[in-house]
């Protein structure tokens, strides 16, 4: 097998990576009538501190999804305009970082929608994949934690009870990457709150982000579209056995893993050949994820190594049978028969091998 292109998509912290400018805001819920509080002046950072900072907002990112605005053009897209407006010159920095929380403050449109600290910072020297970049990026953090804090006095220790934000528990990011501007960038994001219409608020209605379909995003949204399939369409009901089921996984890692082109038909014709019918119900289902995840999948393009390993780890190759037994299965289930045993009144399998190992 060649090797395949290898995705280069991958955020790291340098020893040169600093915030360069970092300001806070207080967003309030404006439907809650809720104030809007804007710092007019950047928080000043010492070099330990940003270091420090760095690694605390930074690490909850993934990779695993990449996305851009999927309309930067347009003169009606506030935020673009204004993260546009800060890759070309930090001269105006705080001004437009206030144009920013002014803007998620007049896009809050429903009530249960948290107010929080909105950080609004400048970085450089962040390394994505194997370039050098510079990046946007805005944090909102909605909840605070209780801290003790220990004092020591002339006669010993004071404990103290404070509130405060714990970095490393950051509501809301996104980190707006200053690469492929003319195709809305490249965004990371961060979003904890499970509950479609908050997180949709975040990422649809103020980010205006959508998910990046290229070689990386398409090997992943292909496989996690067909993992998701066979465990949602690929079953006993539907008159596919277990041990089939495992096959499929099987079938769908083998392609993957020796394929360097992705068709849609070829990988079809592979995997689901055998089993009438499902071939159309894969269409069908495929229709129904891009309509749920507002995507457009492609037919064919480049299998990435790096999405692919990430997206295998997923997969998985168990025959569970009752609480007894599991069974692991790595190829075909021609070396394997069920059977029914009227006297124990119970299923079996035989598995046919060669050799113990």
């Not at 979003?191 to 209605?205: L, Q």
């Not at 996690?224 to 079953?235: A, G, Q, S, Y």
């Not at 596919?240 to 079809?268: G, W």
């Not at 021609?334 to 124990?344: H, P, T, V």
Request: with cysteine; aromatic share 12%.
């Amino acid at each position: 097998m060649s090797l395949k292109y290898t995705d280069p998509q991958r955020m790291q912290i340098t020893k040169e990576t600093q915030f360069k400018k970092l300001i806070v805001h207080i967003v309030g819920n404006k439907q809650k009538e809720e104030p809007l509080k804007l710092s007019q002046s950047c928080t000043s950072l010492s070099p330990d501190f940003s270091e420090t900072l760095l690694n605390f907002f930074l690490s909850s990112f993934s990779t695993d999804d990449t996305f851009h605005f999927s309309d930067v053009i347009s003169s009606t897209k506030v935020l673009p305009k204004k993260i546009a407006k800060i890759f070309e010159s930090q001269a105006e920095f705080e001004r437009d970082s206030q144009d920013i929380a002014q803007f998620l403050y007049d896009s809050c449109n429903q009530p249960n929608i948290k107010k929080g600290e909105l950080y609004v910072t400048y970085i450089e020297h962040l390394r994505y994949g194997d370039q050098e970049v510079n990046a946007v990026g805005i944090f909102k953090s909605e909840h605070k934690e209780t801290y003790l804090k220990l004092k020591e006095t002339t006669d010993g220790f004071e404990l103290n009870r404070e509130e405060g934000i714990n970095p490393q528990k950051i509501d809301k990011g996104a980190l707006i990457i200053n690469t492929d501007a003319e195709d809305g960038y490249r965004i990371l994001l961060i979003d904890k709150v499970k509950k479609s219409d908050t997180a949709k608020f975040w990422k649809e209605t103020f980010l205006n982000a959508k998910l990046l379909c290229d070689d990386y995003g398409l090997t992943k949204q292909y496989m996690d579209l067909t993992r998701n399939f066979i465990n949602d369409v690929c079953h006993a009901q539907n008159e596919i056995e277990p041990v089939q089921q495992v096959e499929i996984v099987s079938e769908t890692l083998d392609y993957f893993n020796n394929a360097e082109t992705f068709d849609k038909k070829e990988f079809k014709d592979k995997v689901l050949k055998p089993y009438p019918g499902k071939r159309e119900l894969f269409d069908e289902y495929q229709k129904e994820w891009e309509k749920n995840k507002k995507v457009e999948l492609k037919d064919q393009f480049e299998i990435t190594d790096s999405a692919l390993e990430k997206a295998k780890q997923r997969f998985k190759h168990v025959l569970k049978l009752d609480t007894n037994f599991h069974v692991y299965i790595h190829g075909s289930q021609k070396l394997i028969e069920k059977g029914y045993d009227a006297k124990r009144g119970k299923y079996y399998y035989k598995l046919y091998f060669d050799q113990e190992l």
